[in-house]
């Protein structure tokens, strides 16, 4: 089954190379880099090899571009895509366990989970401590599943779903941090075969700039799905 890996960047300075390198070095599969307006030329200098860089012509938001990847993997012939962070805090060598799961087990969704045994997670912001607790435990009430993890990027899933019409994943107001939690919402309301396995989750030195999400509108960013699609106020 083909596979694409895709991580994102804005101005992520060295973060996004090494990822890059770990991710060429780890697996074989493809891999695209999907920069959203970097301004830092930290892209300048990526090895080509299995690398392809698609860019916005300006900032347009992780959701946006996202999007973009999900049509490249569609018009690509990728039967499996993996999404991953470009701030170098997902380990590129637990890529195949959250593949082997569709390939083997005829899975559609993987989410990578820090909080299921086995998993770990450090240097994390006190308030993303909070959130990552409390989305889960949220978004549990609204899909009427119990989940472990529900805002962490680190997943793997099978493209044909983005075919279903019932999963709009293109509407204009899931441009920013609310794809995420929006696809994960939809893939377990419709009944697609969900699975969690334990992953690792790294966040780089403050110094380094560990996350660019903020507090408030970050929060709020990825909460919304659960609320507007548990309330039927979106679709």
């Known amino acids: 089954m083909p596979v694409l890996v895709c991580t994102f960047a804005f101005n992520e300075g060295t973060k996004i190379n090494t990822t890059v390198d770990r991710i060429v070095s780890a697996v074989?599969?493809?891999?695209?880099?999907?920069?959203?307006?970097?301004?830092?030329?930290s892209?300048?200098?990526?090895d080509a090899d299995r690398v392809t860089i698609v860019r916005n012509d300006a900032q347009r938001g992780i959701g946006f571009s996202m999007k973009r990847a999900f049509q490249y993997s569609l018009d690509h012939g990728y039967e499996i895509i993996v999404i991953m962070a470009g701030n170098n805090k997902d380990d590129p060598q637990e890529i195949c366990k959250l593949v082997e799961p569709i390939v083997t087990n005829a899975q559609d969704f993987v989410q990578g989970s820090r909080f299921l045994s086995g998993g770990r997670?450090?240097?994390?912001?006190r308030y993303r401590r909070f959130a990552t607790r409390l989305h889960p435990w949220l978004f549990s009430i609204a899909v009427r599943k119990s989940v472990t993890e529900s805002t962490n990027g680190f997943r793997a899933f099978r493209t044909a779903m983005l075919k279903d019409p019932r999963i709009?994943?293109?509407q204009p107001w899931l441009d920013m941090y609310e794809?995420?939690?929006?696809?994960?919402?939809?893939?377990i309301r419709l009944g697609y075969r969900h699975?969690?396995?334990?992953?690792?989750?790294i966040y780089p030195p403050k110094s380094l700039g560990y996350t660019k999400m903020k507090p408030l509108t970050g929060w709020w960013s990825i909460l919304k799905p659960?609320?507007?699609?548990?309330?039927g106020v979106k679709r």
């Not at 659960?226 to 309330?231: D, E, R, S």
């Open 121 to 125: 997670h450090a240097n994390m912001p």
């Open 179 to 187: 794809l995420e939690p929006y696809l994960l919402f939809k893939v």
């Open 226 to 231: 659960v609320l507007y699609l548990g309330l």
């Open 28 to 41: 074989d599969y493809d891999v695209l880099v999907m920069d959203d307006g970097s301004s830092d030329g």
């Open 43 to 46: 892209l300048q200098s990526t």
């Open 195 to 201: 699975h969690e396995v334990p992953v690792t989750k």
């Open 168 to 170: 709009d994943w293109q």
